[in-house]
């Protein structure tokens, strides 16, 4: 029995309301997915603005009371986003407008592309719900896929993220293919690693899976 009503209209963020599984929604669309560690070579170059953006960021933290999307936005994804594109000179889209068709359709919160050859999606997700933000991470993901603007990659890569916490997933897009990755870092603990990551993607570093 099919999820959508092909009669009806779908956001992004909708995705997110109805709370399907993502391996539910992926079929819907015709992708498959499978849940396993994700393992990405890193950027191992120096990042001189890394010990800076801890450094703001714990400073901030025990004055703020991150109890509002805007809040966890301002003070956790924008300050690593922002780092992030200073650093690798990707252009930045914010709520980036996308329709495929009335069953894909939307804001994209972030996307980076550098150099037309590698991309980026990055998706908030509201309530501190990654589950449900990654089922809308999903519909993003193929909205992209069949996005006739999308680089000639590929392979496509988005995170997802409640400020605090960020996970990601990929899309093989030759076999269709979702792999929704179970590793989870933290920010800012896991500042280090999840810029590095970050930056690889966009440089165009090698995924393990």
């Known amino acids: 029995m099919s999820l959508l009503d092909p009669t009806q209209s779908y956001t992004f963020s909708k995705y997110f ?3 399907f599984e993502s391996s539910e929604l992926a079929e819907e669309f015709g992708y498959t997915l499978h849940r396993q560690e994700l393992q990405f070579s890193p950027f191992e170059g120096t990042l001189p603005f890394l010990d800076d953006l801890k450094h703001r960021i714990q400073g901030v933290l025990p004055y703020v009371a991150l109890t509002s999307e805007l809040a966890k936005r301002e003070i956790l994804i924008s300050p690593v986003v922002t780092e992030l ?6 252009e930045l ?3 980036y407008p996308l329709k495929i068709s009335n069953l894909l359709q939307g804001s994209l919160d972030y996307l980076l592309r550098q150099d037309s ?3 980026l999606l990055v998706s908030e997700a509201k309530r501190d719900d990654l589950e449900s933000g990654f089922t809308q991470l999903i519909a993003e993901l193929v909205a992209i896929d069949q996005w ?3 680089p000639n990659i590929p392979k496509l890569i988005g995170a997802v993220s409640t400020g605090n916490v960020w996970q990601f997933g990929t899309l093989d897009r030759p076999t269709k293919h979702f792999t929704q990755g179970l590793n989870a870092y933290l920010v800012p603990d896991d500042l280090e690693p999840l810029m590095r990551i970050l930056v690889g993607v966009l440089k165009g570093c090698t995924i393990h899976q």
């Open 117 to 119: 050859t590698h991309e």
């Open 17 to 19: 309301e109805l709370r």
């Open 93 to 95: 889209r914010i709520e």
């Open 148 to 150: 006739e603007k999308a």
């Open 85 to 90: 594109i200073r650093f690798t000179r990707a």
